[in-house]
T-cell receptor
Framework: GAGVSQSPRYKVTKRGQDVALRCDPISGHVSLYWYRQALGQGPEFLTYFNYEAQQDKSGLPNDRFSAERPEGSISTLTIQRTEQRDSAMYRC???????????????FGPGTRLTVT | GQSLEQPSEVTAVEGAIVQINCTYQTSGFYGLSWYQQHDGGAPTFLSYNALDGLEETGRFSSFLSRSDSYGYLLLQELQMKDSASYFCAVKSGDYKLSFGAGTTVTVRA
């Protein structure tokens, strides 16, 4: 079946603009995660949704970052008033309900490469 | 918080066996995952260990010792396509996964 998809794959924006990054998880996966990944590093947790409920946003760097998943499927990560330090690869992942494994087994999307100029 | 340590690089020849160690410190521990990431690609799930012992999946095996806060990923019969970064990740709650910095494995002919 289809994997996790993200759009756009690449986004170049000017400092101060808002951007919206979209994630379409694997059908039936109730859990959805957003990560940021710097070159040469592992993914860094940003936020987590269980169905439509955002249960943890502790990894969001500041209040310019927000995320939603209104119908428990597609999610959007929004960055307002972008800054150059926001440039990174943003990845979305989803996981099925699997007792015992849960979030240990995640399926990642191809990511959105954000460049703020 | 969580901290994970794994070697930054490993080089081996085709057909060899490579072991990537991961030690962790965490305030809560549910299990240890391993992910593979090829250059330019997305991380892909390899294995998850919640209990002590060895889990084997084809050429790859993963081991966990909860008492030692230690795990490893064993890659056997190395192939060129195994050249990639490998990340260990600690599951510290129902949903939280914290990744290490990754180990770059280079397979030489």
């Amino acid at each position: 079946g289809a994997g996790v998809s993200q759009s756009p794959r690449y986004k170049v924006t000017k400092r101060g603009q808002d951007v919206a990054l979209r994630c379409d998880p694997i059908s039936g996966h109730v859990s959805l995660y957003w990560y940021r990944q710097a070159l040469g590093q592992g993914p860094e947790f940003l936020t987590y949704f269980n169905y439509e409920a955002q249960q943890d946003k502790s990894g969001l760097p500041n209040d310019r970052f927000s995320a939603e998943r209104p119908e428990g499927s597609i999610s959007t990560l929004t960055i307002q008033r972008t800054e150059q330090r926001d440039s990174a690869m943003y990845r979305c992942a989803s996981s099925p309900y699997r007792p015992g494994t849960g979030a240990g087994e995640q399926y990642f999307g191809p990511g959105t490469r954000l460049t703020v100029t | 918080g969580q901290s994970l340590e794994q070697p930054s690089e490993v080089t081996a020849v085709e057909g060899a066996i490579v072991q990537i160690n991961c030690t962790y410190q965490t305030s809560g521990f549910y299990g240890l995952s391993w992910y593979q990431q090829h250059d330019g690609g997305a991380p892909t799930f390899l294995s998850y260990n919640a209990l002590d012992g060895l889990e084997e999946t084809g050429r790859f095996s993963s081991f966990l010792s909860r008492s030692d806060s230690y795990g490893y990923l064993l890659l056997q019969e190395l192939q060129m396509k195994d050249s990639a970064s490998y990340f260990c990740a600690v599951k510290s709650g129902d949903y939280k996964l914290s990744f290490g910095a990754g180990t770059t494995v280079t397979v030489r002919a």
